[in-house]
């Protein structure tokens, strides 16, 4: 298993500004992923958070609006950048542990944005 | 379409009821599918997995994978209050976690 701590868990922000959430996990993983939840709508991967090179982007996020860090195996950082009120969301940090059929994905508690 | 349709409820029944929940989905390819349990304010969980098609059972929870019908379905025996929850289908070409689709999510309430 794994313990998956999320910083900040909620924050209320004003548009244009930005955010940074951090994930910590309890062991050395080497997939790490960081999620997006808006209401109503299902887990969209924004990106895998790779350890010591550029995060992979899914199609339809960039670097420049979710800039990620991923500077040891165990920490990871999501800034969410020049918010507005479409950025409002719940964001899930979530790493793999590989088991003898599968990987399970095991998700943070996540943090949850409100942009005015 | 989506890849992945799940009704998203909320579902509501009654102490030690048989609830079924079900997703369907377009991608013949999916080879592994899953069931994660996220309870209000948590993250999501894995509950079960089942790799191509057939049923798989834990205690009370059944999952049953119809890959000709491209249906798959959670049934949960004796439900209990603890089982109220927000249930998300997910799928994959891969055992590993890269592409992983997820479902809605179908909010259950079990009523004591």
């Known amino acids: 298993s794994a313990v998956i701590s999320q910083k900040p868990s909620r924050d209320i922000c004003q548009r244009g500004t930005s955010l940074t959430i951090q994930c910590q996990v309890d062991?050395?993983?080497?997939?790490m992923f960081w999620y997006r939840q808006q209401p109503g709508q299902s887990l969209t991967l924004i990106a895998t958070a790779n350890q010591g090179s550029e995060a992979t982007y899914e199609s339809g996020f960039v670097i420049d609006k979710f800039p990620i860090s991923r500077p040891n195996l165990t920490f990871s950082t999501l800034t969410v950048s020049n918010m507005s009120p479409e950025d409002s969301s719940i964001y899930l940090c979530s790493v793999l542990k590989t088991g003898r059929d599968t990987g399970e994905l095991f998700f943070g508690e996540g943090s949850r944005l409100t942009v005015l | 379409q989506k890849e992945v349709e799940q009704d998203p409820g909320p579902l509501s029944v009654p102490e030690g009821a048989i609830v079924s929940l079900n997703c369907t989905y377009s991608?013949?390819?999916?080879?592994?599918f899953m069931w994660y349990r996220q309870y209000s304010r948590k993250g999501p969980e894995l509950l079960m997995y089942?790799?191509?098609?057939g049923n798989k059972e834990d205690g009370r929870f059944t999952a049953q994978v119809d890959k000709s019908s491209k249906y798959i379905s959670l049934f949960i025996r004796d439900s209990q209050p603890s089982d109220s929850a927000t249930y998300l289908c997910a799928m994959s070409r891969y055992s590993s976690a890269s592409k992983i689709i997820f479902g809605s999510g179908t909010r259950l309430s079990i009523r004591p």
């Open positions: 062991s050395q993983v080497t997939m």
């Open positions: 991608n013949s390819a999916f080879q592994y």
């Open positions: 089942t790799y191509s098609s």
